[in-house]
């Protein structure tokens, strides 16, 4: 059973002219115009102009509980850094979920939405010594450590008994980009398993008094599709919690899980993982003799990715030698993923409809690499004012987003039940000059 099998059904389209699974729930197509979260798309253009990221709420808080319901025992903790918004944290505060964050800024978010620091969790491959001292000050409820330096760093600033969970590299190969593959040996992040930096990692912090282990921590990639691979990483964290000779008492499986971007793309087998999951995690801890852990699991891209859908709005149209390039009001600045590992989108042409040609759409920026999408189809006529839609840019787009040519970074809508509010507000040109001297 899928992730998009578990979420409840009411209000979901049953529309088939939009690729399935990669639009918000209950998106469809009205007339020639597309319809999110009750509102039109064009509507949503004209109010809040172009490029707009629109997030559809009611989409994000089934993924989320979705989660809950099928991890009822396990800790579930939103990737705050899929998409760093106060309102979404809020949303996830209202929903039980806890919240990881890796920098005292993704930290002052959480605190400007009131998220309890009993359920913050601070990791990351590095933390400033103003990243420690900002968990710390508000009483975050975990750090994840990642490096030695990092545990002496932290003890020496900690006062008595603050949790620390080790950040373990289990050597997994997730079957995914390069770019995203973050659980197998000789990478930033973690301590080496094979290596025994792990082990000597426990030690490390068992020795410093103002800290107090309480957990294990990995994360093999993101976009991971097999359940295999976290049944794999379970096996080699319980045999590392078997060598440790102090309790474990949680262990943090990170996230990863996949979402569909292409038509025909799969939903991550959540219940699948539940199931498995749980099943090798109490095997193995029977067969080492040790307790089983609480285990925690770290959704961010699987909630909020395909809530999102971003708008643009069509500059220019060039003819080349091969190919149609679509030009458009936005590119690498809001959406960097197609240049850093050649993600692929599907595009929309919405408000009418045509016969269909092949396109390559691009950014407005500087660089050839400025490609949002390459070889989708829009109508043949399309020409400048044509508002574009992007479905799955729900994760990573707002948390990426930069100023590259000084264009400001867009907005993010929040649609639900036929209304829309801006949750993030358009960057203008007097933020951009606040910064300079």
């Not at 049953?14 to 918000?24: C, I, M, S």
């Not at 809001?334 to 240049?339: I, L």
């Not at 479905?391 to 907005?411: D, I, K, M, W």
Request: charged share 20%.
């Amino acid at each position: 059973m899928t992730l998009a099998e578990l979420l409840p059904s009411i209000g979901c389209s049953t529309e088939p002219v939009l690729e399935e699974g990669l639009w918000p729930d209950g998106t469809h197509v009205s007339g020639s115009d597309l319809v999110i979260g009750g509102v039109p798309a064009t509507r949503l253009a004209a109010q809040f102009g172009t490029p707009c990221q629109v997030l559809d709420e009611m989409t994000v808080r089934r993924r989320a509980q979705a989660f809950t319901a099928a991890l009822p025992d396990a800790e579930v903790v939103f990737a705050g850094k899929s998409l760093p918004c106060p309102e979404v944290y809020r949303w996830m505060a209202s929903l039980g979920l806890s919240l990881d964050v890796s920098s005292a800024g993704e930290l002052a978010l959480a605190r400007a939405a009131g998220f309890p620091a009993s359920r913050i969790v601070l990791h990351g491959n590095v933390k400033t010594g103003e990243d420690l001292k900002a968990a710390l000050e508000y009483g975050v409820s975990r750090i994840v450590v990642d490096s030695f330096d990092e545990i002496a760093q932290l003890g020496a600033l900690a006062r008595h008994g603050q949790h620390v969970m080790i950040r373990v590299t289990p050597g997994v190969d997730a079957h995914t980009h390069a770019a995203i593959a973050t659980g197998v040996e000789d990478q930033k992040f973690g301590f080496s398993l094979a290596s025994g930096a792990a082990l000597e990692a426990v030690l490390r912090v068992v020795e410093q008094p103002s800290l107090r282990l309480v957990g294990l921590h990995c994360h093999i990639g993101s976009q991971v599709r097999h359940v295999a691979s976290y049944e794999e990483a379970v096996r080699r964290m319980v045999g590392l919690i078997a060598s440790c000779g102090v309790r474990i008492e949680q262990l943090d499986l990170g996230g990863g899980f996949c979402a569909p971007y292409l038509p025909g793309e799969p939903s991550f087998d959540l219940f699948g993982f539940a199931q498995r999951v749980r099943g090798t995690l109490n095997y193995e801890c029977r067969l080492h003799r040790v307790p089983v852990p609480r285990v925690l699991v770290e959704p961010g891209r699987a909630i909020v990715a395909n809530a999102g859908v971003t708008l643009y709005r069509v500059c220019a149209v060039k003819r080349g030698v091969s190919r149609t390039f679509v030009a458009v009001d936005g590119g690498m600045s809001d959406n960097p993923r197609p240049a850093l590992y050649g993600a692929q989108y599907v595009v929309r042409l919405v408000g009418r409809g045509g016969k269909l040609h092949p396109v390559t759409v691009v950014g407005r920026h500087c660089e050839a690499g400025d490609v949002l999408a390459e070889n989708v189809p829009l109508p043949a006529d399309v020409h400048a004012g044509d508002v574009l839609a992007v479905p799955a840019t729900g994760a990573y787009h707002h948390a990426l987003a930069s100023n590259y040519n000084q264009v400001g970074r867009p907005p993010v809508v929040a649609v639900a039940d036929g209304t829309a509010r801006p949750i993030v507000r358009r960057e203008t040109e007097e933020d951009l000059l606040r910064r300079y001297a």
